[in-house]
């Protein structure tokens, strides 16, 4: 798969990580190196993650990839222009709606998780 540089949602969580995000092509190494699904994460979970619209629950096909997903290693994907095309709230939402644990604090990119 030939990518000139990569869409991720983060979620983030990464999920990080989850819409039409362009990473710098410097990250594209270590995307590899936290085995991010970025098609998956995109064509599933980037409804779920976008600025406008309501939260709502994603799906089982977007939690199947999210449950993939290193968050601690995606998180530190997490850019500027990142933050800047999804909405870092839904991302948290999504993680722990497909059962991944985001413990208040976590660090992804410059956005810090609420507490609970």
């Not at 530190?76 to 497909?98: G, H, Q």
């Amino acid at each position: 798969m030939e990518i000139s540089c990569l869409k991720i949602y983060c979620l983030v969580l990464a999920m990080l990580i989850f819409s039409e995000i362009m990473i710098s092509c410097s990250h594209q190494a270590m995307a590899q190196s936290c085995e991010v699904n970025v098609l998956g994460l995109v064509s599933q979970c980037e409804k779920y993650v976008r600025k406008s619209g309501p939260k709502s629950k994603p799906s089982w096909e977007c939690c199947a990839v999210v449950k993939t997903v290193d968050v601690p290693c995606v998180c530190k994907l997490v850019t500027k222009e990142i933050e800047d095309a999804i909405d870092m709230d839904k991302v948290v939402y999504v993680a722990r709606s497909c059962g991944k644990k985001v413990a208040p604090g976590t660090k992804c990119g410059s956005y810090t998780v609420p507490g609970a």
